[in-house]
């Protein structure tokens, strides 16, 4: 049977510079006895020229020919649905989630659909494949770069003869990948830095990276499903507002980064809490959506000066602008999940497979992950 053709797409959305897949991971995937095929440009604006990928053994295509031939498509956002054609196989992070009806275009057309933020994440095996976790990661260092970036004063203790400037502090709420990579960076830069969450295994890893953790009396610690955070009641979140709030006002930069799958991002800083904090003070709110976010008044992607001085930035798409690395991670999860489905050179979807029974979202014609089907079926 002939080789697998693998198409590397080049990215449409507004802002996104991330490639799916890298020259690096090219040269894994034909190891595999996978051919590749690159749409032209794919990786130029992630520093990843054509002829790099060329060098690793890729063919360069035009879009036309890249949607025509490939049978397995890797990407970031889903291309668009009209381009793909039944039998085709497309592995990106889809979202199936938030765009369930997307999901059921893909299977009516008999395009498999494949989303790396379906995997199961506690898995061990799973690990190298784990696309949330690394752009998570990326995300939380870049999110201090940026409030560094707003922030009119040093982060660290400097002693000159000009004088001392006093570190900056640093607050960070929602401890889990993006938020640890928050408090390291913080302190990479000589930022006195506090975190807090609400899942008591945290505590350890912000001590462990030599922060302080936070405690709250208003809210009993707790871990969900998975590993991830419980949802808050309203009246505990209301409560955990409001003892945030003291906390927050003796801090410089707060970053917020907390979410809790499937639902709207907890809200932890209301209005009345920012105008509490001293001017000059930055918050980037990692979780800023069109559903609201962290930070009652932020919105994704803007920037707001508050009246009293507060600058309130919602995050966009913060691993898209640090694409070279956040590719060469992405690369790294993809190419590893692709060759795990990949069985005598092609790709074979086992359901049974854990790893598979969770990204694999149609195939065959129909929807097959049970949380989208759920949601196009209105049960909760
Ligand atoms: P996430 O992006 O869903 O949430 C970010 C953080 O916000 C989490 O730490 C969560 O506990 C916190 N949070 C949510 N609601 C909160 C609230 N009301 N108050 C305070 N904090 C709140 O999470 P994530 O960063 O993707 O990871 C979450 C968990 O999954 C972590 O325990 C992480 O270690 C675990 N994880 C495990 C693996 C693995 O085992 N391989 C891989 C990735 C993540």
Not at 15 to 24: F, I, N, Q
Not at 114 to 135: E, F, H, K, N
């Amino acid at each position: 049977m002939a080789a697998v053709q693998v198409g590397v797409v080049k990215e449409s959305a507004a802002g996104e510079r991330r490639v799916a897949l890298t020259p690096d991971a090219l040269a894994r995937l034909r190891d595999a006895g996978v051919e590749v095929i690159v749409e032209s440009s794919a990786g130029a604006s992630a520093w990843f020229p054509d002829e790099e990928y060329a060098q690793a053994g890729a063919s360069i295509v035009e879009t036309e020919r890249l949607y025509s031939t490939a049978d397995v498509l890797l990407c970031i956002d889903q291309p668009p649905a009209e381009r793909l054609h039944s039998g085709q196989t497309v592995v990106g992070m889809l979202a199936p989630l938030l765009n369930p009806r997307r999901m059921a275009e893909l299977a009516a057309k008999g395009v498999t659909a494949v989303s790396l933020d379906g995997l199961p994440r506690t898995l061990t095996r799973a690990q190298s494949m784990d696309a949330l976790t690394s752009q998570s990661s990326v995300a939380g260092y870049r999110a201090v770069l940026v409030a560094a970036n707003a922030f009119d004063r040093f982060f660290p203790l400097l002693i000159t003869a000009a004088g001392t400037s006093k570190p900056a502090t640093v607050l960070v709420l929602g401890a889990g990948v993006a938020g640890l990579q928050a408090v390291g960076t913080a302190r990479r830069l000589g930022a006195v830095v506090r975190a807090y969450d609400v899942r008591p295994a945290s505590k350890d890893e912000v001590r462990s990276l030599g922060a302080q953790f936070i405690e709250l009396t208003s809210v009993a610690p707790g871990a969900g499903e998975g590993g991830y955070a419980r949802a808050l009641t309203d009246e505990e979140q209301a409560a955990q507002a409001a003892e945030l709030a003291e906390h927050i006002a003796k801090h410089d930069i707060v970053i917020t980064t907390a979410q809790v799958p499937g639902r709207r991002p907890p809200l932890m800083v209301t209005a009345g809490t920012i105008k509490s904090m001293r001017a000059g003070s930055v918050i980037v709110d990692m979780a800023a959506s069109d559903l609201g976010g962290n930070v009652e008044i932020s919105k994704p992607g803007e920037t707001i000066v508050t009246n009293n001085g507060v600058t309130v930035i919602g995050a966009g798409n913060l691993p898209a602008a640090m694409p070279t690395s956040a590719s060469a991670a992405y690369a790294r999860n993809i190419s590893t999940l692709l060759v795990h489905m990949l069985s005598d050179g092609q790709v074979a979807i086992d359901l049974d497979d854990e790893i598979q029974h969770g990204v694999v979202i149609t195939h065959g014609g129909s929807v097959v992950h049970e949380a989208t089907t759920k949601l196009l079926e209105g049960t909760p």
